[in-house]
């Protein structure tokens, strides 16, 4: 009995403590991010990606690089060229960890018509 126990313990503060990904992608686009306030990481993340990414860039570009750094990449279910995409990185631990969404949305053609950066907490109580 003790010994489920502590398992049951040991698995609770290992889901707490998180196995994700401990840090920002290692690229020069994130870098300053993770020590920054969320603000502060939010603004350096959207000047980088606009510079990077300019409005009327194929949108291609944007989703390799942000799948290459580690993000989870959606579409919505209908593909239509006004609904938005979503990219987001969850790291730090899986409880009050910090995570960065990019959310774009493309024309007709797949180029990038606006693009929005966020850096922010996972959610904590």
């Known amino acids: ?17 998180g196995c994700s990904k401990s840090g920002v992608p290692n690229d020069p686009l994130f ?7 969320y603000a502060e990481g939010t603004k350096l993340i959207q000047e980088q990606l606009q510079i990077r990414f300019p409005k009327g860039n194929p949108e291609r570009g944007l ?12 579409y919505p279910a209908h593909q239509s060229a006004s609904a938005s995409r979503v990219a987001s990185l969850k790291f730090g631990a899986s409880f009050c960890g ?15 018509e606006n ?7 996972t959610g904590c109580p």
């Not at 489920?4 to 313990?9: K, S, V």
């Not at 870098?31 to 306030?37: F, H, I, K, M, Y």
């Not at 910090?98 to 990038?112: F, K, L, N, T, Y």
């Not at 693009?115 to 907490?121: P, V």
Request: one cysteine or more; hydrophobic letters at 45%; charged letters at 25%.
């Open 98 to 112: 910090s995570q960065i969404r990019v959310i774009w949305e493309a024309d007709a053609v797949g180029r990038i």
């Open 115 to 121: 693009m929005e950066a966020r850096y922010t907490d």
């Open 1 to 17: 009995m003790k010994t489920e126990f502590r398992f049951i313990i040991a698995a609770m503060i290992a889901s707490l403590c």
């Open 63 to 74: 989703k390799d690089f942000l799948t290459e750094q580690g993000f989870e990449v959606s």
């Open 31 to 37: 870098a300053g991010v993770e020590n920054s306030t």
